[in-house]
């Protein structure tokens, strides 16, 4: 997948998943994969030399095995047929936030087949990055379905990776923790899972507690960043560059998994921090100025203008790419999103202040203290 000896960027897409729904009224909109193309056409950011888009392909299941259960992967699949028993209950299945729905098993396997094709095209030395919007699904537990989740996408890739001998960090900037990729690394050294979120005091899952560090062989290769509710983008840049780059160079990965989700936005309306567009592009380019490859998901955002707009940018950072609206200036209306939000995929600055801001300060100041007290020494960081 080199073009011309160019590595390249590779977008993975199915329209399938593109047209398909959980439920109308549910949050999670697999729709954003399409809205997004229309984004990147519209800022000239897929006629490049160093892109290229990837049709989806569907997960063997065999490999689902890394992570999940038989037992739960046999009640997806009768969950899907129609047929209804108690232990789907028990897997989290049938709930308003993973309903029972025509084709749902093949639709995970679908969406899991293109974060797990994205990664072994970057092994193949051809692609620099891979990006998967429909992907992320980082609740999903070993054996049951939770948080919009039925399949791990990330672990059963990051387990195959290990697998195959490489070193992989995760960086997970969803607002939600990841608390089903942390179940699946806890015990090893083998991947450095590191999650900024809001905190689980005021947030699903409840989890991701910077005491959170693994356990056995695995303590240290655990860490978690959570800050507390309405923190801006000041607040959480000071944690990220504070602990982050640090730890990625002492792990020295060979593949850097990063979730990017949208829902740490200031807009979104199923979190509660302050990030904008400025933090979150930052951010996207420290990642990927740090990483050797990068296997990118979606994950959350459920404003979906603003989800959308972010990893337009977060795309045009990957590819070293400035976005250039081809509309501006014509006459009629906007192609894409409400009128009030079209025009500019980037913020104006936000912060809060006050009590407020000294109360999100002092929690952050503990984490960051807290991880290069406990993590950083199992590490070789000083400092």
């Not at 697999?30 to 997960?59: C, T």
């Not at 990776?161 to 015990?187: E, K, P, S, T, Y």
């Not at 056995?216 to 860490?223: A, L, R």
Request: aromatic content about 10%; charged content about 20%; hydrophobic content about 40%.
């Amino acid at each position: 997948m080199r073009k011309n000896n160019i590595m390249l960027n590779v977008l993975l897409h199915s329209n399938e998943l593109a047209n398909s729904e959980y439920r109308p009224n549910h949050p999670f909109k697999p729709a954003r994969a399409g809205l997004l193309l229309e984004l990147l056409n519209r800022y000239a950011l897929l006629d490049h030399e160093n892109q290229k888009i990837v049709e989806s392909v569907s997960l063997n299941e065999e490999l689902l095995y890394l992570f999940h259960t038989k037992k739960y992967i046999d009640i997806l699949k009768r969950a899907e047929s129609g047929e209804f028993t108690v232990d789907m209950l028990q897997a989290g299945l049938g709930t308003t936030d993973n309903p029972v729905f025509p084709s749902m098993f093949r639709l995970a396997l679908l969406a899991s087949g293109a974060t797990y094709e994205g990664a072994m095209l970057l092994l193949g030395n051809t692609t620099r990055v891979a990006f998967n919007p429909i992907g992320g699904f980082h609740h999903a537990g070993k054996d049951h379905a939770e948080g919009f989740c039925y399949i791990n996408d990330i672990a059963v890739t990051i387990a195959d990776l290990v697998r195959r001998g490489q070193r992989v960090a995760c960086i997970d900037i969803d607002a939600h923790h990841g608390n089903g990729v942390q179940d699946a690394f806890f015990d090893t050294n083998q991947v450095l899972n590191i999650s900024l979120h809001e905190s689980g005091k005021t947030l699903y899952p409840g989890s991701g507690f910077e005491t959170e560090i693994g356990e056995g062989e695995g303590t240290g290769y655990t860490v978690n960043i959570p800050f507390r509710a309405e923190t801006d983008d000041e607040v959480y840049l000071f944690a990220f560059e504070a602990l982050v780059p640090p730890l990625i160079k002492a792990f020295n990965p060979d593949i850097i998994f990063t979730v990017i989700g949208g829902d740490a936005h200031k807009d979104d309306p199923l979190a509660h921090l302050n990030l904008t567009s400025n933090a979150y592009k930052h951010i996207v380019t420290v990642i990927n100025q740090i990483a050797p490859k990068i296997m990118a998901v979606g994950a959350g955002g459920y404003n979906i203008h603003r989800a959308v707009s972010l990893w337009t940018l977060a795309w045009a950072v990957f590819c070293g790419l400035e976005p250039v609206d081809r509309h501006a200036g014509l006459i009629g209306g906007m192609m894409y999103g409400p009128e009030t939000n079209a025009g500019s995929l980037e913020d104006p600055p936000y912060a809060i202040d006050g009590l407020n801001k000294d109360r999100c300060f002092d929690d952050a100041k503990k984490v960051v203290r807290f991880i290069q007290d406990h993590v950083f020494p199992i590490h070789g960081i000083i400092g």
